[in-house]
T-cell receptor, first 111, second 114 residues
């Protein structure tokens, strides 16, 4: 079953704008991760946030985690056309070493 | 950089054929995974492995089997390919101590069964 659910399913913005994607999940987690997938390719790991962390930064990426609401957000600042891709959240549950992925947000950044 | 290599980017097979999808990683990772990705269904876990000769069923193992005879190689086998197994197949690996690591994915194999 899909643990994470991303919102929105699709997002279209102009270059230079910020993009925010949200993820909700259902059960307890050890960590939450965000991945990017360019069309027809494999996923690339972007950032991992542990359950005891509230915010994490990596370059133009900012991730927040609210375990009380079982939700996370990914913010991409100053977006570029090259950021056009699908973005997935994935949760690492407490029961074992496997990730459960959401269905992704398709981000389009228009030049 | 860790590399996960999937043997084929595109594959076309006939219904009823036995199909082998190969995945090799070069960083001595203990954990390896096979997912399939379909529009509207996201990524679904087929099988995973914690170590050589170890395997665990994921969410959708029916119609598939796996083999892990060496640590670096994890093979997915479609015993008798069917058209509903047309999909993108993604292999991934991760070291032990998983709480601190993400997956490294291969580039994917797009399988079409005709």
């Amino acid at each position: 079953s899909q643990q994470g659910e991303e919102d929105p399913q699709a997002l279209s913005i102009q270059e230079g704008e910020n993009a925010t994607m949200n993820c909700s999940y259902k059960t307890s987690i050890n960590n939450l991760q965000w991945y990017r997938q360019n069309s027809g390719r494999g996923l690339v790991h972007l950032i991992l946030i542990r359950s005891n962390e509230r915010e994490k930064h990596s370059g133009r990426l900012r991730v927040t985690l609210d375990t009380s609401k079982k939700s996370s957000s990914l913010l991409i600042t100053a977006s570029r056309a090259a950021d056009t891709a699908s973005y997935f959240c994935a949760t690492d549950g407490t029961s074992g070493s496997r990730l459960t992925f959401g269905e992704g947000t398709q981000l389009t950044v228009n030049p | 950089d860790v590399k996960v290599t999937q043997s084929s980017r595109y594959l076309v097979k006939r219904t009823g054929e036995k199909v082998f999808l190969e995945c090799v990683q070069d960083m001595d990772h203990e954990n390896m995974f096979w997912y399939r990705q379909d529009p509207g269904l996201g990524l679904r876990l087929i099988y995973f492995s914690y170590d050589v000769k170890m395997k665990e069923k994921g969410d959708i193992p029916e119609g598939y089997s796996v083999s892990r005879e060496k640590k670096e190689r994890f093979s997915l086998i479609l015993e008798s390919a069917s058209t509903n197994q047309t999909s993108m197949y993604l292999c991934a690996s991760r070291p032990q101590g998983y709480l601190n690591y993400g997956y490294t994915f291969g580039s994917g194999t797009r399988l079409t069964v005709v």
